[in-house]
């Protein structure tokens, strides 16, 4: 398979979140050339020779320069002006777009539908932008796991962020994936109880999990996460209830590696679990 990395350079957005670092890492192992995105200065941490950008993906006129002399862009899902910035990444010459969705773009669920709309819209946008672009849509990622929940035996396939960057990286230096829209997900259907089960397995004692209300649900997630996905939250729990959650084996497809397991993520944070 051709190696296209040697002729890229790619912008990654979102270069200090979850996904976009370990996309970043995996693209800097390939020695590809990259530029860093964050909206905050302060906190773009990146290594030598990586060059770094600063602006908004809500505000294009921010991202002057952002896309100069880059031909491949890894993409969040942000863009209240999606017009604008798909016009800054044609104007600069961008090519290609990998594009981090969601599994929600193929959820027709009520509670999906926020989601599901959002980042259809920006997919929809590369498309008709006539960028070529590779949809990564990936299920539930693994860090969202609590043990304060309302339906413990809500089901997920949780996925390790690492394996959706490996995911990326393969797109960008392969570009056998163009045109897809790929659901990415862990490689077990987990009930929440499950997941709590395996973090107690690994720290070798027992976790206590408590199953509190819908209503003290809400008013603890209305802590952490913005008001308007509360509701859809606990809505897709008390949907996911008995419903095996989708497995696919694209990760393992694409990387010619088994997708990480909730127990092997477990275990590499067991150090974190430990803590009181
Ligand atoms: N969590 C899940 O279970 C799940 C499931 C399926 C899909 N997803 C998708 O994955 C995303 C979360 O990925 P993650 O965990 O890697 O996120 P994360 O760790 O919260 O990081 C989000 C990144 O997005 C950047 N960002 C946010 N708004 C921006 C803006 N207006 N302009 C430029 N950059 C912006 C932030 O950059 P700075 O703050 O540095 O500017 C940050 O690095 C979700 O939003 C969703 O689209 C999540």
Redo the contacts with the bound molecule.
Sequence with gaps: MMDHGATMKILV??????????VLDGLLRKQVAVRA????PE??QVPDGVEKAI?????PETLKGAFDGVNAVFL?????NLPALMENMKRAGVEYVVF?????ATNEHDYAQH?RQ??LAVENAIAAAGFHYTF??????V??SIVRIPYPDAQQA??D?PD?AAVAVSAFLSRSLDAQAIVLTGPQSLTQRQQVECISNAVGRPIRMETISEEQARAWLATIIPPGYVTLLVSQWRDEVGVTAQVTDAVERVTGRPATTYADWVKRYAKVFHKP
Aim: aromatic letters at 4%; zero cysteines; hydrophobic letters at 30%.
């Design positions: 957005t979102g270069a200090m979140g979850g996904v976009g670092r370990s995105l964050s909206r905050h906190k773009l602006g908004d993906l809500n505000e969040y899902a942000q863009g209240k981090l969705s969601t599994i929600d989601n959002r980042h990564l849509r990936p299920g539930a990622f860090e969202e949780p996925i962020e959706i």
